[in-house]
């Protein structure tokens, strides 16, 4: 027998696959070399689809793309979603895109509309004055066991590198086995050692039950808009649910200095 809770879930699922099938059935990946804090993006013909699963987002912003869409809308209403679109030298083309609160508790899907084939620059773009998410898939691991990002910053001043790893193990046990871990964080300024605790935590996008852990490791100054380069060294990162021996790492966050997230302005 199903529980009533997971008939009610099971059919919100089957509610949000119905209306989001354009950019599940038959999509793949979308051409952006990193994630995105608010949920994900996939890619099918001449369209880009945004699953948000940030209920709290009111903007949206995709940079790097080589050009703009020609059309947005919901998916959960059909209604239009307004868009603009800027051009920063050197950081390729932006869509911020304005949302309407949600509708329901269900993710939204927003569609993007291109003329062709949607394309970006290749490369890790920050939009001006934003966050910037590095992907611990999106990092070239070296031998040693390194990580390395390159990327480009659109914003001059200074940032604080923030890394998040995610709880683990079970859905009714979840674990965070990094607390006390060590490892240096390699800028273009300095090496500066760090050790991980747990100073906040996030919602999980992706697994509902477990958090993403938030831990600050360090600033990075930017003197200019440009190519910028982090390095992590001396952590162990690990990529199993029940692996006790490093940190399960999601990405690297720069977060402009003197800017706090709701969460922090709440403890």
């Given at each position: 027998?199903?529980?009533?809770?997971?008939?009610?879930q099971y059919a919100?699922?089957g509610?949000w696959?119905?209306?989001?099938a354009?950019?599940i059935?038959g999509?793949?990946?979308?051409?952006?070399?990193?994630?995105f804090?608010?949920g994900?993006?996939?890619?099918r013909?001449?369209?880009?689809?945004?699953?948000?699963?940030?209920?709290?987002?009111?903007t949206l912003?995709?940079?790097?793309?080589?050009?703009g869409?020609?059309?947005?809308r919901?998916l959960?209403?059909?209604s239009?979603v307004?868009?603009?679109?800027?051009e920063?030298?050197?950081l390729?083309?932006?869509?911020s895109l304005?949302?309407?609160a949600p509708?329901?508790?269900l993710?939204?899907?927003?569609?993007?509309?291109?003329?062709?084939?949607?394309?970006?620059?290749?490369?890790?773009?920050?939009?001006p004055?934003?966050?910037?998410?590095?992907d611990?898939w999106?990092?070239?691991?070296?031998?040693?066991g390194?990580r390395?990002w390159e990327f480009?910053?659109?914003?001059?001043?200074?940032y604080?590198?923030?890394?998040?790893?995610?709880e683990?193990?079970?859905n009714?046990d979840p674990?965070?086995?990094?607390?006390g871990?060590?490892?240096?964080?390699?800028?273009?300024?300095?090496?500066?050692e760090?050790?991980l605790?747990?100073?906040?935590?996030?919602?999980y996008p992706?697994i509902?039950?477990?958090?993403?852990?938030?831990?600050?490791?360090?600033?990075?100054?930017?003197?200019?808009?440009?190519?910028?380069e982090?390095?992590?060294?001396?952590?162990?990162?690990?990529?199993?649910k029940?692996?006790?021996?490093?940190?399960?790492?999601?990405?690297?966050?720069l977060e402009?200095?003197g800017?706090?997230?709701?969460d922090?302005?709440?403890?």
């Amino acid at each position: 027998m199903i529980p009533p809770q997971a008939r009610e879930q099971y059919a919100g699922i089957g509610e949000w696959m119905q209306r989001a099938a354009p950019g599940i059935h038959g999509a793949g990946r979308a051409p952006f070399p990193g994630g995105f804090a608010w949920g994900h993006v996939t890619a099918r013909g001449t369209s880009l689809y945004l699953h948000v699963a940030d209920r709290q987002a009111t903007t949206l912003d995709l940079p790097g793309l080589t050009a703009g869409p020609e059309a947005a809308r919901d998916l959960a209403t059909g209604s239009p979603v307004p868009f603009t679109l800027s051009e920063p030298d050197g950081l390729g083309r932006i869509v911020s895109l304005e949302l309407a609160a949600p509708t329901d508790e269900l993710p939204r899907t927003i569609q993007l509309e291109f003329a062709g084939t949607p394309e970006t620059t290749g490369g890790l773009v920050q939009a001006p004055g934003a966050d910037l998410r590095l992907d611990i898939w999106a990092a070239e691991a070296g031998e040693d066991g390194s990580r390395r990002w390159e990327f480009t910053m659109g914003t001059p001043g200074d940032y604080r590198v923030v890394l998040l790893t995610k709880e683990t193990f079970s859905n009714a046990d979840p674990q965070w086995w990094a607390d006390g871990l060590t490892g240096t964080l390699v800028t273009d300024q300095a090496r500066r050692e760090f050790t991980l605790r747990r100073e906040g935590e996030e919602p999980y996008p992706i697994i509902h039950y477990w958090k993403l852990i938030r831990s600050e490791i360090g600033q990075l100054h930017v003197a200019a808009p440009g190519t910028q380069e982090l390095v992590l060294e001396d952590l162990p990162v690990v990529d199993s649910k029940w692996d006790k021996s490093g940190a399960n790492v999601v990405a690297l966050r720069l977060e402009p200095i003197g800017e706090r997230r709701d969460d922090e302005a709440a403890e």
